[in-house]
């Protein structure tokens, strides 16, 4: 299942810039993932700071 970013986000970008197929843009209010694009690596997860982004 593709990943999903909670609330938690603070906006900072580092799991956009780590992401290696840009499924990661930014909305409103926080980053957002496109399931259709996610792969599923975990590699937003292994740099958010607040851990935010998690498999769904």
């Not at 970013?5 to 957002?32: N, R």
């Amino acid at each position: 299942m593709a990943y999903v970013i909670s609330d938690e986000c603070i906006s900072c970008g580092a799991c956009a810039a780590e992401c290696p197929v840009s499924a990661i843009s930014e909305g409103d209010g926080k980053y957002v993932i496109d399931a259709d694009t996610c792969v599923e690596c975990g590699a937003c997860a292994g740099v958010c700071p607040v851990s935010a982004p998690s498999a769904e």
